[in-house]
């Protein structure tokens, strides 16, 4: 348990807290590499991709408590609730109502027990009975009370995820009927209820998080990840914005360099280039530091997800299977915290490859390339169909992809599904991985989510606040 909250803190700066990180700080070469960039679905494709997004949507519409609409952190192990798997989730009701899985009235029902659970959850500096303080929210909910599951922090990126996806519904439910409007009210007070100047202890930037017993966590956030889309909120908070000042001084802790050939900013795990994506088109638009690098930041997490592949296409540790069509490194479980067979092997884990470094056990995750599935579809795509074609029920079920697998490991565990003779399977499914998978790939096929984001008065003052111009934001 304390693993996998620690990981969720944020991972920009757990990650070489693992036994395996190995900084690259050797110079490194101007880029000589082009990444292809041409795609074209075939027959076969979309009918995977109809399956993929079809079993997917289940896992949010079928393991969330229809009374306060709070999704599991993962199933079908018990668990609580994760206040970003929330966030996914209720985008991802958008896409089913877009491909006629269930209706709007399903989705908005589903959706006001949500919000008005989140509008009216209590809020407080005191340590239990509550679910969040200053317009925050505990990382993780219980899944019945909704209240602060044992000691888990004051979460600023969960709670931005959270409100990625109000705002998504705040921009969907445009109607003029009673549910409706209700929606677009409380979607507006939640956000607006967020002091992101409270967490602003080492001003400019924001703070990962705050417990009621030890105060601010020690840290902020700094250098390339996830967290884009709480800079992007919290500068365009309509009652408690920061000041752009928080945007320059957080890209100014990115790391740009090369690895494997490809020139971008830096960070290991794959979520840190996808995350913030789920929800904003960054093609065609730049802020003053991708302006200089004559870059944007979608064109970065394709560089990212090709650099990613290549680690484990050349595969210099010798994983089992690792190759073309089997990759792809991220945050994810794994099979257990054990040295066996002269090699370390770990539970829940941010694994990645990049030069800020190297964490990687043999365990792959398929949300790695389902959440990249916009950027490089062509590398993407042929992934996931060879992934569950060779594995088939061992690792995709009736919610889709459970989270991870590694074929080396052939040892006990606890988490598997099925003995692991021939390598182990995850046996859950986690929301934050099935939430990027469900709307990168709607994403990929016709741009809703992203197109209607770009509705949203609050992301647009967002992104220009953080100086973004140039393409669908003129």
């Known amino acids: 348990m304390n693993q996998l909250i620690i990981a969720a803190l944020g991972m920009g700066t757990a990650l070489c807290m693992a036994v395996s990180c190995q900084p690259n700080t050797q110079p490194q070469p101007v880029v000589t590499t082009t990444v292809p960039a041409t795609y074209s679905a075939t027959a076969a494709d979309n009918t995977f991709l109809d399956s993929l997004q079809r079993d997917t949507f289940r896992y949010f519409w079928e393991t969330t408590n229809p009374q306060n609409g709070l999704v599991p952190d993962r199933a079908p192990s018990p668990s609580f609730s994760s206040i970003a798997a929330v966030g996914f989730g209720l985008t991802t009701y958008l896409v089913g109502v877009e ?39 505990y990382h993780f909910l219980d899944m019945k009370t909704g209240e602060r599951f044992k000691q888990v922090e004051l979460s600023t990126i969960d709670t931005a995820l959270l409100l990625g996806g109000i705002l998504s519904v705040q921009a969907y439910f445009d109607q003029n009927t009673p549910a409706e409007t209700e929606i677009r009210t409380l979607a507006e007070t939640i956000y607006g209820r967020a002091d992101w100047t409270f967490f602003q202890q080492r001003t400019p930037l924001v703070a990962m998080g705050w417990h009621p017993e030890t105060g601010f966590i020690k840290s ?3 250098g390339y990840n996830e967290a884009m889309l709480l800079y992007v909120l919290a500068l365009g908070s309509p009652t408690h914005p920061v000041a752009p000042e928080a945007w320059t001084a957080w890209t100014k802790t ?23 994506h789920c929800w904003i088109d960054f093609r065609g638009i730049q802020d003053a530091y991708m302006r200089d690098k004559r870059l944007d930041y979608h064109e970065n997490s394709r560089l990212a997800t090709y650099a990613n592949r290549a680690y484990c296409v050349a595969n210099k540790a010798g994983w089992t299977d690792y190759g073309p069509t089997i990759w792809g490194l991220t945050a994810c479980d794994g099979p257990a915290d054990t040295l066996a067979g002269g090699r370390q092997f770990f539970s829940y884990r941010a694994r990645g490859a990049a030069s800020t470094g190297i ?7 398929p949300t790695a390339a389902g959440g990249s599935l916009p950027f490089a579809p062509e590398i993407c795509v042929p992934a996931l169909r060879a992934m569950k074609a060779r594995y088939g029920a061992k690792l995709y079920g009736l919610y889709g992809f459970r989270d991870a697998f590694n074929p080396t490991y052939r040892y006990p565990s606890r988490f598997a599904n099925g003995p692991t003779t021939q390598g182990w399977f995850d046996v859950d499914y986690l929301g934050i991985d099935q939430g990027p998978i469900m709307l990168m790939a709607e994403n990929l096929r016709t741009g809703f989510v992203w197109n209607l984001m770009k509705k949203s008065p609050h992301i647009r003052r967002g992104l220009t606040r953080a100086g973004f111009t140039g ?4």
């Open 99 to 137: 491909r006629g899985y269930i209706s709007r009235t399903q989705a908005s029902d589903r959706t006001l027990a949500t919000l008005r659970f989140f509008a009216n959850a209590p809020q407080s500096a005191q340590a239990t009975g509550i679910a969040g303080y200053k317009g925050f929210f």
């Open 220 to 222: 902020d956030w700094t």
């Open 254 to 276: 990115y790391q740009f360099t090369t690895y494997n050939g490809l020139q971008h900013i830096n960070f290991d795990p794959l979520f840190g280039h996808q995350y913030s």
């Open 359 to 365: 964490v990687d056990d043999g365990t792959i995750a």
């Open 471 to 474: 393409g669908w934001l003129q």
